[in-house]
């Protein structure tokens, strides 16, 4: 079974995205997968920034940075941001994408070769469908290869219970996304 990491690109406490990644998390462990989920709030990252970067390379981008690496796949719930990715999100992506001594600028070993399954909540009527093209993007210039299948949550404000995802739709979709992102991330091992 694959390593999958999960992580979602919303700081604030009780954010919908948080919600519908630990029900994809719990779904994928279900079908065998193991699964690190972080929160980039507990990371600290600070914001990317060449000289920083060629000063020290900051530990905790490191740590972040091998987490993508050990993973075989990646499950992100990702907020739209006035028609984008959050910020946060972002910046954890460049960070991981920096070389490392000794690799080259196309390297990328926390991407090349790896699959994501992407989601996103919004109380909008469009469910986040904005930041995850951006996203989609942005995982396609770091050479990540993104599941065809996505969920959307539209008015997150009534699609939860508690934890638990109450919408028809997207409840129905998740597990067929989740499926796809083991599946790919099995055959991309191999």
Do not use: C
């Amino acid at each position: 079974m694959p390593k999958l990491l999960a992580l979602a690109g919303s700081t604030r406490s009780g954010s919908f995205n948080q919600r519908l990644l630990d029900v994809a998390v719990e779904i994928a462990r279900g079908e065998g997968a193991e699964v690190t989920s972080i929160s980039l709030r507990d990371l600290h990252l600070p914001l990317y920034d060449g000289d920083l970067e060629a000063q020290a390379f900051p530990e905790v981008a490191d740590r972040l940075r091998q987490h993508f690496i050990d993973a075989d796949g990646l499950l992100i719930a990702s907020p739209e941001y006035n028609g984008s990715v959050s910020g946060v999100l972002k910046n954890a992506i460049d960070w991981a994408s920096r070389p490392r001594e000794g690799e080259s600028l196309v390297a990328l070993p926390a991407f090349r070769g790896k699959v994501a399954g992407l989601m996103s909540a919004s109380i909008s009527p469009f469910g986040g469908l904005r930041g995850l093209l951006a996203l989609r993007q942005i995982l396609a210039t770091v050479q990540t290869i993104v599941a065809t299948e996505q969920v959307l949550v539209p008015f997150a404000d009534k699609a939860f219970d508690g934890p638990e995802l109450t919408e028809a739709m997207p409840k129905q979709l998740l597990p067929i996304m989740v499926k796809r992102v083991i599946f790919l991330a099995e055959r991309l091992k191999a």
